[in-house]
């Protein structure tokens, strides 16, 4: 008997950094580090806002979130953080991340 996936609704935010490739092509190491530092520091702040970044995969994010309001809250922190954060580097490799919220239900499959 095959068991049911668990079902529950779920606010989801994803990220992705804007432009990417051509962030890689001024620098890819350099490049690589920024993109993995943006994640992290946005991972703080979503873990702040009672979130948990259930992926980082390549130049992408996705978090969950149980409330709208908490998305919506760590993401506008973390674009302020980085504009401060960016405003701060002395070339041109300024990760920017291009960021979605929508609520659905959430399928879970037991391992």
């Given amino acids: 008997m095959t068991e049911e996936p668990i079902r529950k609704l779920a606010v989801l935010l994803h990220a992705d950094v804007v432009d990417s490739t051509a962030l890689v092509q001024l ?30 995969r390549g130049d992408a994010l996705v978090a969950e979130f149980s409330r709208a309001s908490d998305a919506v809250t760590a993401a506008l922190e973390f674009q302020s953080a980085n504009t ?23 399928k879970y499959r037991k391992n």
Avoid: Y
Wanted: proline share 2%; net charge negative; charged share 25%.
């Fill in 27 to 56: 620098n890819e190491t350099v490049a690589h580090g920024r993109v993995q530092d943006v994640f992290k520091r946005f991972s703080a702040i979503i873990a702040g806002h009672n979130g948990t970044a259930q992926e980082i």
């Fill in 84 to 106: 401060t954060h960016n405003d701060g580097l002395t070339d041109e490799i300024r990760p920017e991340l291009r960021i979605g919220i929508a609520m659905g239900e959430v």
